[in-house]
């Protein structure tokens, strides 16, 4: 947007609403209802459009999304529903400098800067691709190795069980012969928990 | 740390990128002078909007207006592809089905051992 003079902000909109009456070519109660008022301030041709197929199409889409001829590239047209949209670096905002003075410094980008398609997955709440302080594939092995033992243990551990051995209680008194409800006149039989 | 390997989700630190050292080219000097020229211009006209005494709007980010377009209307752009057509049915349309299948049979067989007598409850904590 280019620096603008003060404005009425009520002119603006009554004038834009009487364009759009004598613009559009419904009729009678409807245009007045509809309207035509743009929600922005952007035309047709600053949105996204379809996949530049000429080098003037390629320059023009550049200069759209504010980024350098050479460096413009767009998705590969294989009706995946990109259009012209630019191929960023799949780089997360984590990445960036934490010291710049970005505009938003939350987000860590400058206004106008071209955002990436996936933008809200890259976050600096969400996916994080900042280099990792060893290897990835060193960091996996440790990590899958790991679960990989314990699972592997526990596994044999459940297979081949190891404890103290056990045995059924044993109680004095013949098994408890009185108290569990036997004839005291009753001589019972002699149990021996023991072997000499 | 000579033997870093970059991955999808883990970038090259920029004190093991080889540019930082050996690119000294300059075209390379000429692109960093053009994108800064870019970033420079778009930085003046955010300021000038945001310190502008007499603003009473919101200031209109363009990238935001074309990302959120570009995000919300990827069907004109949309064509029926090997590629597209499959990830639409293996998404879409398969699951659908293989859900009903799991669905049924689980719930069939516990329907079996519910009938048969055997069904063990699991977390039953009254028995």
């Known amino acids: 947007m280019l620096p603008e003079q003060p404005v009425n902000m009520a002119g603006v909109v009554f004038r834009r609403w009487a364009r759009a009456l004598s613009n559009g070519n419904r009729s009678g109660i409807s245009a007045f209802l509809l309207g035509n008022r743009a929600a922005s301030g952007m035309t047709k041709d600053s949105l996204p459009g379809s996949y530049p197929k000429t080098p003037e199409e390629r320059a023009a889409a550049a200069k759209k999304y504010n980024i350098r001829v050479e460096d413009y590239e767009p998705y590969p047209d294989r009706g995946e529903g990109f259009g012209d949209y630019p191929k960023l670096p799949e780089r997360s905002q984590s990445e960036r400098d934490p010291w710049y003075q970005w505009d938003h410094p939350d987000l860590r980008r400058n206004w106008g800067e071209p955002m990436h398609w996936d933008f809200d997955a890259y976050i600096r709440n969400r996916v994080d691709t900042s280099p990792s302080p060893v290897s990835w594939s060193s960091m996996s092995k440790q990590l899958f190795g790991f679960i990989g033992f314990m699972l592997l243990m526990f596994y044999l551990g459940e297979k081949f069980p190891s404890y103290q051995p056990v045995a059924p209680k044993q109680y004095p008194y013949n098994d408890l012969y009185l108290e569990r409800g036997g004839d005291p006149d009753k001589q019972p039989e002699e149990v021996k928990h023991y072997e000499i | ?127």
């Open chain 2, 1 to 127: 740390m000579a033997d870093y390997r970059e991955a999808p989700l883990a970038s090259r630190p920029k004190s093991l990128d080889p540019n930082e050292y050996f690119n000294l080219s300059s075209d390379f000097r000429r692109a960093e002078e053009d994108r800064a020229a870019i970033r420079a211009n778009l930085k003046r006209q955010y300021q000038l909007q945001l310190n502008n005494p007499l603003r009473k709007e919101l200031i209109e980010d363009p990238a935001l207006t074309q990302w959120v377009y570009a995000r919300t209307n990827p069907y004109p752009h949309f064509r029926p592809t090997y590629k597209t057509s499959l990830l639409g049915a293996v998404f879409g349309v398969v699951p659908l089905f293989v859900m009903y299948y799991i669905f049924k049979t689980d719930r069939d067989r516990k329907e079996e051992q519910i009938k048969a007598g055997t069904f063990k409850r699991p977390f039953s904590l009254s028995s």
